[in-house]
């Protein structure tokens, strides 16, 4: 049985929505986000780094949400969410999916981090501005790309959506996309779908 180790509004979030769009039965597991238990060998046997999430697939175990999305489409998807491997699209999907995390959701994270390591009082003004000035570059650069389409690769969903998805909602919560008026209509088709709502529910 596919388990999915979970914490809401976290990256585990795009393992459960691809799970719920491949309608891949699977069960979640929710993981107390104590600093604590991620800290203790239990929790670190599944990520070494104590993060979220971590998966387990029978007796095989993954961490990394971009990494256990395409494992899940490779094994089970059968050819649905992704392009012919070696085809251009299929160039084009790794590109959005690889820079939705290692680009996008990066100085978002900064962002957050800094805020939680240092509190409020502790912030230093110019690293926060820095990093909203690189997610919004990222923010910018998306809402080019969805001009004349519905999703990042024409008008059929994909899963690079889905990794997408979950930085163009960090981007929304914690920096500025006003003005950005194709990016926020993506979202908004994006969590409208059911899938990303069973997901979210979850």
């Not at 923010?139 to 969805?146: F, T």
């Not at 981007?171 to 979202?187: C, K, P, V």
């Amino acid at each position: 049985m596919l388990t999915v180790y979970h914490v809401p509004v976290t990256r585990s979030l795009r393992v459960l929505w691809l799970c719920q769009e491949l309608e891949l039965p699977h069960q979640v597991k929710t993981v107390d986000f104590a600093a604590a238990y991620r800290a203790g060998p239990e929790w670190r046997a599944l990520n070494p780094v104590g993060k979220v999430p971590a998966m387990t697939d029978g007796g095989f175990t993954m961490f990394e949400s971009g990494a256990m999305v395409q494992y899940l489409l490779d094994r089970h998807g059968k050819g649905r969410l992704q392009p012919a491997p070696g085809t251009e699209s299929h160039g084009i999907y790794l590109q959005w999916s690889w820079f939705a995390e290692a680009t996008y959701a990066r100085p978002i994270g900064e962002i957050v981090n800094h805020r939680r390591a240092f509190g409020e009082a502790g912030e230093i003004p110019a690293v926060v501005e820095e990093m909203k000035g690189r997610a919004r570059l990222c923010s910018e650069a998306v809402d080019r790309a969805l001009r004349g389409r519905s999703y990042l690769l024409g008008e059929e969903f994909s899963a690079a959506d889905i990794m997408m998805g979950y930085s163009v909602m960090l981007a929304q919560r914690f920096t500025s996309t006003e003005g950005l008026d194709e990016l926020n209509a993506y979202w908004a088709r994006l969590s409208a779908r059911p899938a990303y709502q069973r997901a979210a529910a979850a």
